[in-house]
């Protein structure tokens, strides 16, 4: 029974872990102290304009949390390896994320919580702000600045994980493959760097391929091989003279899409993309894989939150096949990382069958 209880409480107080992170975070600790040397409290506090007792109090509940090393006799604090994946400069950064998930908006959503099973209507980001997510995030740049720092975050352990389901993967009739709503391409070009015989198209919103800055296929020296440009995946053809159609490639690639929309929307999707798709074409769909019953897995936790921030859910592979039967696609086989994180479904057209 004390195992339980010990189970309980800690889950109870989990936000208290998440939110004195989210602190340590949001005020610079962790890019302030570093793991090759020890700084003191008071240079601390001075650095970051702290108050000195309130500020040993956070660090040392960081500490207590293994993200920061307290060094004997008050001496000062130095940064643990795991610590150092809330750095802005960490190449797995998890700062982003943990900016979005516990900054003020997404705190705010999960009252709804409750209230949402009893009456059967999701999405808490439309009921706390009257938008639904991605529009609030086009209306206010603090937060969409924050947004795209966790999904670079996000996709950097995500792209690490469909390479890995790739490994062994047989490519070579694979030439040119379209990542659908694939952002700055930080997926895409990982993948023309891992296959230099393929070129990739990245299809984005150009509220995102206009930020040339940001694009990933650059700076990974594939740009070359590397073509963004601006379309809707709800849209089979083009709808302005800024857009343009879904072009018709090897392979197709979805990281991380399809759970932030309804069936129906999902749906809507993939007979775009099938319409749009050769004969030989195949669909790569990237997501957390909902395993069977009593077995514990993140993505029933990630399925709450899509509850929260969205209409969509996450899926169990016999849901997605049913989606994919609805629009002309067959579901082949599921590819997985090593951590089986994310399951990587491949798909082809059903007249292939």
Known sequence: MLDYY???????????????????VKIGV??????????????????????????????????????????????????TPQGSLLRKDHPQTLRGIILLEEGPEHYAIWKHLPSMIKDGQQNAFSREYGYKLFDYRDRNPHYAEVFDQAMSSYSAAQTT?????????????????????????????????KYPHMKGTVLELESVTSKKESLLAPKLGVSERCLYINGDMFSS???????????????YIMKMILHDWNDEECVNILSNIYRSSPEHARLFIAEHLIPGPNVPHFSKLFDIHMMCVASGRERTVDEYSTLLDRSGWKYVQTLHPHNHQHGLMEVIESSKI
């Open 6 to 24: 010990e189970k309980t409480a800690d889950i109870i107080f989990g936000r208290w872990r998440s939110q004195i992170l989210y602190a340590g």
């Open 30 to 79: 962790f890019d302030c102290v570093a793991s090759d040397t020890i700084k003191s409290t008071s240079d601390i506090a001075i650095e970051l304009g702290l108050d000195l007792k309130l500020a040993y109090r956070l660090l040392r509940a960081l500490s207590s949390m293994g993200f920061l090393t307290e060094e004997p006799d008050h001496r000062g604090f130095s940064i």
């Open 161 to 193: 994980w469909v390479l890995e389901a790739f490994d062994g993967y047989d490519f070579s009739n694979i030439f040119h493959i379209c990542d659908i709503g694939g952002g700055t391409g930080h997926l895409l070009a990982n993948l023309l760097v």
């Open 237 to 251: 053809s083009s709808s302005s003279s800024n857009n343009e159609v879904l072009p018709s490639t090897d392979a």
